[in-house]
């Protein structure tokens, strides 16, 4: 079956830094867009970086700006690099990849394809 596989969670203190990378199982990710959501109890999911792959177009979003880097070394490995964390970066965070057009800004996309998710924990 194809999925989408998380890695690099864990718990870090404010100010710290994670790597999160994303790699498909079953399938390649050639032509896919791929994104990053996080969500938190009782919080909306919220898009916090994507890269698109009609043209490698890369949007943040306003809360990880300048602190979260998304790149793709190669064409199946997306990974999100977090800097300065705080604690309100705290959350499980998805890895999301879809084949199909859609907005110019892919954080407005829908995605058919979500990996299991990787907490992230920013606590002292």
């Known amino acids: 079956q194809a999925q989408l596989v998380e890695s690099g969670g864990g718990l870090v203190q404010p100010g710290g830094s994670l790597r999160l990378s994303c790699v498909p199982s079953?399938?390649?990710?050639?032509?896919?867009?791929i994104a990053w959501f996080r969500q938190s109890p009782g919080k909306e999911r919220e898009g916090v970086a994507c890269?698109?792959?009609?043209?490698?177009?890369i949007f943040y979003g306003d809360t990880v700006k300048g602190r979260f880097t998304i790149s793709r070394p190669d064409a199946n490995t997306v990974n999100l690099q977090m800097n300065n964390l705080k604690p309100e970066d705290t959350a499980v965070y998805y890895c999301?990849?879809?084949?199909?057009?859609?907005?110019?800004?892919?954080?407005?996309?829908?995605?058919?394809?979500w990996g299991q998710g990787t907490q992230v924990t920013v606590s002292s």
């Open positions: 999301a990849a879809d084949p199909n057009l859609g907005p110019k800004n892919c954080l407005s996309r829908n995605y058919g394809n």
């Open positions: 079953g399938f390649t990710l050639n032509y896919y867009t």
């Open positions: 890269i698109s792959n009609s043209n490698g177009d």
